[in-house]
């Protein structure tokens, strides 16, 4: 491997310097000796990747950095997180599942983080750490305090669509970031030449950002580097690719048979093992062999004593299982019903723009991000005019969900509170990890460390031939995911005072919009108007049938419902408003009035939030039936593009006054 020539400026390093990298790497060296040991004993009991070989570039990437600046880390993430500052007692109480742990014994090994030490979070989804450091790197941008991020990345993550799209966006913004890949010539068990098809320099170069290459098993190569990169992003200089080479000694996981490499490459690379290379530095600088024999005795007693100690914490108790999922919300009254028309007439547009607006001008840390909300306005003009007022806070984006999406949670953990929007619902399937793994699970795997207000705002909508793809109502899956909110709203006032509540909210949460509702106009709202997440409302009250609906099915119910009205069926109608969370017990209070249900929802019928609804109200509110529970929505196949074939498969008034009908006559 050749190590491309280092650019940076050399300054000599105190000898009480030298000293101390020395310490650092002797902590991440014993600590991940012990770790192989607990892990053997079964004393760890989840699968864990050691970065033992691979000291000096963790140190020497974290010499330069304030405790303000931040990191984001990989599955082999112990020595970024020692190098960063962070405790070993409380890493070993974390892989051995205490209550005290990093992350309360939540996250363990693949994702220790403490975000108060700037360490967002160690990740076991490869390159997903990326967007994330370029979401801290835009908070720290718009504070403008000089901080920097580096996101540590093996050589096998630039192979992930994330790289790419965390890489173009941060080169685009000019974010403070430092993007250090560990080159440890392996990932997993395959050789890089067989990951990428040029080399990270050459990447580098075509996103138009440095790339530096350095010795990464010399950790004042490293350190020495990294001050001058650190100096250039501090300043502003934009992104800047580190490239450490290195090698690390154990397999790619405890346990690894390890066919893939010769035994003989293992043991030339501990010739220049970073501890040995840093040792002849110290005696060359005159520090002696007892000195450096006392140092690694103190380090092997501190660590020592930290297992010990560990051993000795409480795992958490069963009963908190529940815990750190949700955080509180902040609990506003149910507002009164807008006043008809007393402030005018809205458009649901109109409530997405003023929502935003009021949000943006209320507080320092929301901002916007998406593609077009900036210059463009958003492809439906919500966000006219905003860049304009906001600045910089409203900013348009690279079409890169994964990074859109990642930038949010970064930015979330940096405390702020993005609203970033996904321009269409079906967008999921290319940025779901940075929902499913990264949004939702964080302030679970963090103990509740994580901070993660983050609000994103999509939009769905069958019916004008938009095709398979630009169509598709998948609430249900995200709903599925703990630690997701999904909202839904139906009219101009709810937008309004459900995204307010959502942007406020510290949880993240998936607003959904329909876009056939768009023009649709109401009463227009107090500017303070604001409506807790979870709270289901009766929207047409009737005796004999409740029909629960949310977003633009509501209107259809409610057309359904004056329908039989004239047939002398008295319809109740539902709105959820939110589908998680959801709140049920309006529908559990009119089921008992009218003992029979519809749900009705445009998604698809199998497993959509009807099956739940269902099971629920069975469940609880069995005794009170009268007749089956029945389900409206769309037919169980992709949305058609054909009007023909569309109209076939959308669910709408006439089906479901038919279900209410058929329920009303059992
Ligand atoms: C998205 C994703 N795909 C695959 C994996 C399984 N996996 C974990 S680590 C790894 C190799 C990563 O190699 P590299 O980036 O070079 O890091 P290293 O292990 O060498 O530190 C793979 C394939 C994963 N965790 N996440
Ligand atoms: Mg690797």
Request: hydrophobic share 45%; proline share 7%.
């Amino acid at each position: 491997m050749v190590v491309s020539a280092e650019r940076s400026t050399t300054r000599p390093y105190q000898a009480s310097e030298l000293l101390e990298m020395h310490r650092r790497m002797l902590v991440i060296r014993g600590f991940e000796q012990r770790v192989a040991k607990l892990y053997r004993a079964s004393e760890v009991p989840g699968f864990v990747h050691l970065s033992i070989g691979q000291e000096a570039a963790a140190v020497g990437a974290c010499w330069p950095l304030r405790s303000a600046d931040a990191i984001t880390s990989t599955h082999r993430g112990h020595g970024h997180c020692l190098a960063k500052g962070l405790e070993p007692l409380a890493m070993f109480a974390e892989l051995m599942a205490k209550d005290q742990g990093t992350n309360r014994g939540r996250g363990g090994s693949m994702h220790i983080a403490d975000p108060d030490l700037g360490i967002f979070g160690a990740n076991g989804i490869v390159a997903a750490g990326i967007p994330i450091a370029a979401g801290a790197a835009t908070a720290a941008q718009m504070r403008g305090d000089g901080d920097v991020v580096v996101a540590f990345f093996g050589d096998g993550a630039p192979a992930q669509g994330a790289f790419h799209e965390a890489v173009n966006l941060a080169a685009v913004w000019e974010l403070p970031l430092i993007l250090f890949c560990e080159n440890n010539g392996y990932a997993e068990f395959s050789p890089t030449r067989t990951q990428l098809a040029t080399p990270l320099a050459q990447r580098a170069g075509g996103y138009g950002i440095e790339h530096v290459g350095v010795d990464g098993n010399d950790v004042v190569a490293t350190a020495a580097a990294m001050a001058g990169v650190v100096d250039r992003v501090r300043a502003g200089s934009g992104p800047v690719v580190v490239e450490a080479i290195t090698y690390r000694w154990h397999g790619h996981y405890e346990g690894d048979p390890e066919r893939y490499r010769d035994p003989e490459e293992v043991e030339s690379w501990k010739e220049r093992a970073p501890l040995l290379v840093h040792e002849r530095r110290l005696r060359d600088s005159g520090i002696g062999a007892e000195q450096i024999q006392e140092l690694r005795s103190s380090v092997a007693a501190e660590l020592d004593r930290a297992v010990e100690t560990a051993r000795q914490l409480d795992v958490p108790a069963p009963g908190t299982l529940g815990d750190f999922v949700v955080r509180p919300r902040p609990t506003f009254p149910e507002p009164p019903s807008v006043p008809a028309g007393d402030l005018g007439i809205f458009r649901t547009m109109d409530a997405v723009h003023d929502a935003l607006e009021v949000e943006l001008a209320a507080d320092g840390q929301v901002f916007l991000a998406g593609i077009d909300v900036g210059e463009g306005g958003n492809v439906f003009g919500l966000t006219r005019g905003l860049r304009d007022e906001f600045g910089e806070r409203v900013r348009d984006t690279p079409i890169s969900e994964t990074a859109i999406v990642g930038l949010g949670v970064g930015a979330a953990m940096a405390g702020m509170r993005p609203v970033v929007e996904v321009m269409y619902l079906d967008f999921l399937g290319v940025c779901f990890d940075q929902l499913l793994n990264q949004a939702a699970k964080l302030p679970f795997m963090t103990g509740g460390a994580a901070k993660m207000g983050l609000t994103v705002r999509t939009q769905f909508g069958a019916g004008r031939s938009s095709g398979s793809q630009h169509s598709q109502s998948l609430e249900a899956l995200l709903a599925h995911i703990p630690g997701l909110s999904v909202v839904m709203p139906s009219t101009p006032a709810d937008t309004y005072g459900l995204l307010r509540a959502s942007i406020q909210d510290p949880n993240p949460v998936v607003f959904i919009e329909n876009r056939l509702l768009y023009g649709m106009k109401g009463p227009r709202p107090p500017v303070d108007h604001i409506i807790p997440l979870g709270s289901s409302v009766v929207v047409r009250p009737g005796a004999d049938v409740t029909v629960v609906s949310v977003s633009r099915m509501v209107h259809e119910s409610v057309a359904a419902a004056e329908s039989l009205a004239s047939e002398g069926i008295s319809v109740e109608v539902i709105d959820l408003r939110t589908v998680a969370p959801l709140d049920l017990e309006p529908v559990m209070e009119s089921v008992a009035r009218t003992n029979r249900l519809l749900i009705a929802h445009e998604a698809v019928v199998p497993f959509g939030i009807g099956a739940e609804i269902a099971a629920r109200v069975a469940k609880e509110a069995f005794w009170h039936l009268d007749a089956p529970i029945e389900r409206i929505g769309a037919a169980p196949t992709p949305p058609p593009y054909a009007p023909a074939l569309e109209q076939a498969w959308l669910p709408g008034r006439e089906d479901i006054a038919a279900a209410l009908r058929r329920l009303a006559a059992v």
